[in-house]
Every structure is written in structure tokens, then in C-alpha cells.
């Protein structure tokens, strides 16, 4: 077992990306050096903003250039460690990337030691998503009881987490989802009031018969034409929240968005959300969120594949939007 | 002197208005009834948001239907009254509309007996113009010592009254205007540090050498492309104002706006400033703006022509943009 399988870009993708741009290649697994550790992944989290960090867009991570392997998040274990902090058999969410082994000085790690439920859910739910989710609708959603909020990407771990937490809070909660299956899960499993399926149903005209009286919370994974619907239906002080833009993350150029003349006339405000700046909340966060998963107020999804080999395919069919959940490979 | 002139809608404007979309007729002055008072128009105030009242499209306003009165604030004096509250003689600030003679009730009317200064500026600088531009760069615009300030539409009365109290703030202001003539306006009288003419300047770079680190308040009465190049040029913590979509008032649909993928990377805010919600600090903003007059801290200029049968030209004038200044029509 000296041989760390990794995934690294062929060539930089042209909208949405294909298997043929990534490519497996094998290597030695090499030593960690002082104040370093090696750790073997367990679980690797895809998410849309690897497709912006890809093309170099993604202001937060350096670009991935041709031959380097592919950034993610990461859950593994400490298998060999020259660092005084970690010791082998520990369990930590860290940044190996799309690989089996990374070797990692400590910067940005966070031991998983306490972590309760499924492993994998430090990625999702109970981690960087989740996070996102919590800190967005809290802070700049400003729920309150009796508001109604609807939220795109509904099945994903941020939109799905975004509903939960908002019904904890009083909230009644509409999805939108791109298939019908998913909408039942997002109804069924996740508990929200209804969902629409942007690919099968008229937008704008059931979220006027489903909020008469408007929306109050817009929590947008997506952008486009959805968001669009959003600002012409919006309550008197209504709150956008923009956390992602899945319908342009594949275009080498940012469409127009909304008219803003509505934002006006609602007296809503749009603000922005980016887990980054809130990492101070993760304690609060995790305490909480555990506890909600322990008792059965939030429910989670995962799009699993097992093998390194299949990442690329997985994070294809994240990124047309066919996934089904929070989309983890899990290494043999 | 018993005859009335006014203008009337004689048919609905498509795109920007001409003078042919108007008529002027003259009917007998009607006597007040009781609790109403008759007043003479002294000046009328022309704004773009009358635009969108004579297509409906005014939230705030009854549309304005073929062959009515076209409406406008105006500065009046009282000739006959069976209103107790309301005296022959008495200034006021009255909805008389585009014609020399007006009824009232005293719904919405403002006296003017304490006004300083020219009368005319209580429809311009000290008037709605002014408080708009009061409320919304304090508001919402948060200015701080060393901000940087942008202001689109900057040598009209909304845009003129932001930069002025920006700099009284410790702001420093850029503005954009239409013709060279304006710019050097912006400068010299109302003392922004710069300004942009958008017909002949390439707005992007033009700002990326002006604010090479960022805006961190822009000022929007235009909407367009104007808006989408400020929000890719945001500081940190950047505030949008939204005001006036001057781009979009002769369009019969709206237009889609900018990319909003930039708000959140520089974690702004966007809000929108409408006048009607901010009448509880009128009282202070004309205590502090005569003062600043006063002080010669607050400069202004009017786009004014004599008589109501100009009214029309006048306000075609003001949707294409070619006024300069507060645009006012001054009864003969």
C-alpha cells in the first residue's frame, strides 16, 4: 500500500465539465516532512464551487492549473505524523483534494474527534454546507415566526439544511428542485410546505398561488431566471439571501440577473453569504445542528459513490445538476 | 383672469415621450368647496418619476388616464379658501399638476411660510429631490469619513444633493453626468473630485483609476450598465443604493440587470430608497439643509422655462436626459 491514486485536470473544461477532462494517475505516497502529516481520505466532499476554483474564478483558492490535482474537502484519518499536534489515528476534516493520501502542515484542519452521527456528515450537514446554510439564514435571512421562505437547489445539503432550520424557527418553507423525485423527498423527508419543479412547472405562477402574499425570505442557490422569479414576488421588506449561482458556474461569461426596480418597490434588501467569514458560528453551529439530528428535526441525504476512480463522473453529474443530495466519494 | 390652462394627456407615450403625447386646453377656474382652497401654481416641479405615472407603472400614484391633468408637486399660493387650516395668501407645497390653477383639500400640502431661500427649492434641493437624497445616503448608504462615493445622474437635483452631503460628511465623490458641461458643473460648483461623462468615457476604467480600491457607496438614479459596472468596482462591505432607473423609465418592459455573482464576493448590500417611507425626517433635513445653503455647503441649479404651455417641451427634455439641473416650469 505505497501507491496514492489521485485525480488531476487534463484539460480546463468548457462549460459544463466532462470525464475526459480529468485524469487518474498513480504515485508513490510521499513522506510527510517536519511539523507535516499524512493522512489517508475517507470521505472527499464535491461541491459547484470546485468548478469556479477550476477556471480561476473562485476568489478564495488558488486556480487549479493542468496537472494539478483537483481541490476538496476532505475527512481522513492520520496515518504518520512529524506534527505535534496530530497523531496517527486521528480522525480529521482536512483539504487532500481529490486523492487517497495528502500530506497536510495543520493549516485550515479541524479534528473530528467529538463528532457524532456519520462521518461523512462533517462534510455535509454538520459541516461547510451546513455552516453556509446555518449562518446565511440567520444572519442575513433574519427569520421570523410565520414568514414564508422559499429556497432553490431544495434537495442539496445547503437548500435542504436552509428549510430545516428555517421551520425550527416558525418558518413555512417552499423548495425549488429540478425532478419530481426530488421534490417528494424535499416534501417528504425534509418536511417543507411544498416544492416546484423549475423543469415541469410554470415558476412565477405557482409561487403566486402557493405565497398570495409574497415571499419574505429568498434563499437562492442558483441564480438565473429562478432568482429573477424571486425579486418580482418578494413581501413588503423582503430579504434575498445569494449563496450560490449554479445556473452560471459553467459559463465562461456572468449572465445579466434581475431587474432591480422590485427591490425597490418591496423595500427588500440582497446581501450575499460566504461560509468564510463565519467560521466563528462552527461551535454554535455543530452543537446545535447535532443535537437537531439526534432528535429528528433534520434529515439529511447523501449521493455516494464508492472508489477514487469515479469521482470525475460524480462531479460531472453534480455539476448538470443530477445528483441527489450532498454528493460524497467515499475511498475504498 | 378666470381661465384655468392646463395639460392633459392626449395619448400614452411610447418609449420617450414627445410634445405631441400632450395638449393644453383652458376650462373656467372651479370655485373650492367646502374644506378646500384654490391656489394659484407659482412653479412646477418635472421628475422622472411622472414617467412612470402616466404608464401606470408608479406604484405610489393612480395612473393617469387619457385626457387628465398630469400630475406634479408644486409650490402654490392660496387665492380663495373655505378650508380653515388654510389662508388667502399662504404659500404652500400642493399637488396641483401641470396647470396654473389647483383645489385642494389639504391633503399631502406642506406650508411654506418658514421657507428660506428661493422659493422654487422646495421642490428641488429642499424638497423631495433633497430628501431623498438625505435619507437615502444616511440610511442606507452608511457614509463614513474616507469613504469613497459614486453618484450616477450627479448634476441632477437627487444626484447633486447626495455628493454635496456625502462631502459635508468626510466623503470623497465621483460622479457621472451626460455632457462635458454637466462634469465641469459637478466639479466646480457642487465640488465632487471627479466626474465622468458616460456618453464620450469608458465608465470601467475610467473608475478603476479613480477608486483603484473600490467604491464603498454607490448612488444609482440610472440603473443599466451604469449599475452593473459599479457592482463589479465594490470595496469591502460596499453599499448600493438603488434610487432611480432614469435607463429603464421609457422601456416598456424592464430590462434584466446586473450579474448580482459580485455583491456577494464583496459582501454588499443593496437597498432601495423611496421618499414616501422617510417623511419623519423631513423637518430635520430642512433645518440642516438651509443651513448648509446658508453656509454656501450646498449649491444648486435649475433647469427653468417660463409657462405652462412649455411644460411638455420641458419634461421631454428631462427624459432625454438634456436638463441640467432641477427641472421646474415657473407659471407667468
Redo the contacts between chains.
Keep these: 500500500m505505497n501507491i496514492n491514486r489521485k485525480i488531476v485536470l487534463k484539460k480546463s473544461p468548457e462549460g459544463i465539465p466532462n470525464e475526459g477532462d480529468f485524469e487518474l494517475i498513480e504515485e508513490k505516497i510521499e513522506a510527510p516532512g517536519e511539523n507535516e502529516f499524512l493522512s489517508k481520505t475517507i470521505h472527499l466532499s464535491l461541491d459547484p464551487y470546485i468548478r469556479g476554483v477550476i477556471t480561476g474564478r473562485h476568489?478564495y483558492s488558488e486556480k487549479v492549473n493542468i496537472g494539478d490535482t483537483i481541490v476538496g474537502r476532505t475527512v481522513s484519518e492520520v496515518i504518520e505524523s512529524n506534527h505535534p499536534d496530530y497523531q496517527k489515528g486521528e480522525l480529521v476534516l482536512s483539504s487532500n483534494g481529490w486523492q487517497e493520501y495528502g500530506i497536510s502542515d495543520g493549516e485550515g484542519v479541524r479534528k473530528l474527534n467529538g463528532h457524532q452521527g456519520k462521518l461523512s456528515t462533517a462534510l455535509g450537514i454538520m459541516g461547510m454546507p451546513g455552516l453556509t446554510a446555518y449562518a446565511g439564514l440567520l444572519t442575513y435571512g433574519e427569520p421570523k415566526e410565520g414568514d414564508i421562505l422559499v429556497v432553490s437547489a431544495a434537495s442539496g445539503p445547503v437548500g435542504c439544511m436552509v428549510g430545516q432550520i428555517a421551520q425550527i424557527h416558525g418558518v413555512e418553507v417552499i423548495g425549488i428542485a429540478g425532478s419530481d423525485e426530488k421534490c417528494n423527498t424535499v416534501r417528504d423527508v425534509f418536511g417543507f410546505k411544498d416544492c416546484i419543479n423549475y423543469k415541469t412547472e410554470d415558476i412565477d405562477q405557482r409561487i403566486k398561488e402557493l405565497c398570495p402574499n409574497g415571499i419574505d425570505i429568498y434563499f437562492d442557490n442558483v441564480?438565473g431566471d429562478t432568482?429573477?422569479i424571486m425579486t418580482r414576488n418578494l413581501a413588503y421588506e423582503a430579504r434575498i439571501v445569494?449563496?450560490g449561482?449554479m445556473t452560471?458556474y459553467n459559463l465562461s461569461t456572468?449572465?445579466?440577473?434581475?431587474?432591480?426596480?422590485p427591490?425597490?418597490?418591496a423595500?427588500?434588501?440582497?446581501?450575499?453569504?460566504?461560509v468564510y467569514?463565519h467560521y466563528d458560528k462552527q461551535d454554535e453551529f455543530i452543537s446545535k445542528a447535532g443535537k437537531w439530528i439526534q432528535d429528528g428535526k433534520v434529515k439529511f441525504i447523501e449521493d455516494e459513490v464508492i472508489g477514487i476512480e469515479n469521482t470525475p463522473a460524480q462531479f460531472c453529474k453534480l455539476m448538470r445538476g443530477e445528483n441527489f443530495g450532498k454528493t460524497i466519494v467515499t475511498m475504498q
Design positions: 476568489i441564480g432568482l429573477d445569494l449563496c449561482f452560471q456572468p449572465p445579466p440577473g434581475p431587474n432591480l426596480g427591490i425597490v418597490g423595500r427588500a434588501i440582497i446581501r450575499g453569504v460566504v467569514d
